[in-house]
């Protein structure tokens, strides 16, 4: 009993020593993305990307991604021409989405709605004092709605466009 | 469901040390009726299912943590400002270091400038730290920064370093802060056996002992007096900023929002941020560290959007501000 208890913690502590924090990857956007050697666009072409290739990503440096390229060669290329994506661990994402609606105490939070509807919401002005929160019953219902809004990939997508064609346009007019 | 209730557990995890970390250790071994997985838990690896579990008790102290202020402050429930909120929120997470995390936005109904990180992904911003950005990359780096906090487990870590007796000590000076205010008391959270039954069950599960939830709730208490009074390291503060302007650097907004938001909130409103230096190390400390940061990232040469035609739309619709 006692090498299980063992294992598991030690299971537990090398995924917190790990931190769980993953690479991402960029995406090219279209046929001969050039990676640079340096992060400026006046710095050598190490190699081209296709469309659709995707290669590992680093920091941001200026208006350029690092990234490692899957023959191993490192380089920059423009955050313009690509796509990032995150490495999401999948199966554990299905299982946190999964763990937050299993989760939910008995009555789905009722009890605590009646509650608060009956005293309703105080007012409270800059004097208050913050720390008394602690001591109030936890209104589980807001906290389910906050759970049963999930943020498609799509809406995530559509303002990542949004936002990328505010870089280019800003973009443009200094580009020689 | 998550599990099975114990049926017994051994002399020796009883008095195995009360920490929360000890206490998920102990939950582990000591049942002998195994949890009934789910079909999704099931396809999990053995690492997977360790980070699973962890973080199944990180999203219940969390859940008690953001009910409490939910509860306390009230919250903004307009369905398209929340939209925008978490559509921004969870952009800026995916560039984060963490995207496998949950990360859940609402509003907190009071004008100061403020925002909270609960363990889980439960991030919670007030209406007055709304108000105070000037468009959307200045919001994009705040909730990068409570993204950060949630990614980097900042306070779960914190709480699981504290020994059982700190968080019931902690957990009953919150309880005598109140002792005074009628009103306070009357909406005061109830006692254990009346609370959470989610959170009452898992702590159940983890100590192997019925009637054990307040360790969970008490974890919630110590965790509530350290996002309200005492505040998190400041060496974890500043980590959380440089993290949370590099998340939103890299999903494509201005560098300079933070400093600017900051700046702003330092010379206009000191009434206003009153609580959040409370918990937080001097804005202008905070601001000079991020510029260190953004010369290190080059900043000078990244051309960031700063999402201003979508901020004024949805800042028309803000509700009016309560008069106090």
């Known amino acids: ?176 | 469901m998550w599990f099975g209730p114990p049926k017994s557990c051994h002399a020796w995890q009883a008095a195995a040390g009360f920490s929360l970390s000890l206490l998920l250790g102990g939950s582990l071994a000591c049942t002998n009726k195994a949890p009934q997985p789910d079909p999704l838990e099931q396809k999990l690896t053995p690492e997977q299912k360790a980070a699973f579990e962890d973080y199944k008790v990180e999203m219940e102290v969390g859940r008690n943590m953001a009910g409490r202020l939910l509860g306390y402050y009230g919250s903004i429930d307009d369905a398209k400002l929340l939209g925008y909120l978490n559509q921004v929120g969870s952009y800026v997470a995916s560039y984060g270091d963490y995207p496998d995390r949950r990360y859940m936005f609402a509003i907190l109904k009071h004008e100061s400038v403020n925002a909270f990180a609960c363990p889980g992904g439960y991030i919670l911003v007030t209406m007055g730290a709304l108000r105070h950005a000037n468009n959307e990359a200045e919001l994009a780096a705040v909730l990068g920064h409570e993204v950060a906090h949630v990614g980097k487990r900042h306070m779960y870590d914190a709480l699981k370093k504290m020994k059982q007796k700190d968080i019931e000590e902690a957990a009953l000076k919150k309880r005598q802060a109140t002792e005074s205010d009628p009103i306070l008391q009357l909406r005061q959270r109830p006692e254990p056996l009346d609370s959470s039954a989610a959170g009452a069950r898992l702590a159940t599960y983890l100590t192997g002992k019925a009637g054990a939830g307040l360790s969970i709730m008490a974890a919630a208490a110590a965790g509530m007096n350290m996002l309200t009074e005492k505040g998190l390291d400041k060496e974890l503060e500043y980590e959380a900023d440089h993290e949370g302007v590099k998340y939103a650097i890299r999903a494509g907004y201005e560098p300079r929002a933070m400093i600017s938001f900051l700046k702003r909130l330092e010379e206009n409103n000191a009434k206003k941020v009153k609580n959040l230096e409370k918990t937080h190390p001097p804005i202008k400390d905070r601001r000079e560290q991020i510029g260190k940061l953004l010369l290190t990232l080059k900043a000078e040469d990244i051309i960031g959007a700063s999402g201003d035609e979508r901020f004024k739309k949805v800042k028309l619709k803000f509700p009016k501000p309560e008069a106090a």
């Open chain 1, 1 to 176: 009993m006692k090498k299980i208890l063992m294992n598991q913690c030690l299971a537990v502590a090398a995924w917190l020593a790990a931190g769980s924090a993953l690479a991402a990857h960029v995406e090219a956007k279209k046929d001969g993305v050039e990676v640079f050697a340096d992060a400026t666009n006046k710095s050598a072409v190490v190699t081209t990307l296709k469309a659709g290739e995707t290669v590992a990503a680093g920091e941001r440096k200026g208006m350029f991604w690092s990234v490692t390229t899957t023959a191993g060669k490192a380089g920059f290329v423009s955050v313009l021409v690509v796509k990032h994506k995150p490495d999401a661990d999948g199966g554990l994402v299905k299982a946190i989405n999964f763990a937050s609606k299993e989760g939910r105490a008995e009555g789905d939070g009722t009890d605590a709605r009646t509650r608060s509807a009956v005293m309703g919401v105080r007012g409270l002005s800059d004097d208050d004092n913050v720390a008394n929160a602690a001591n109030i019953r936890p209104n589980l219902r807001a906290v389910y709605r906050m759970e049963d809004k999930p943020v498609t990939e799509k809406k995530m997508e559509q303002l990542g466009q949004q936002i990328f064609k505010e870089i280019a346009s800003k973009a443009a007019p200094s580009e020689d």
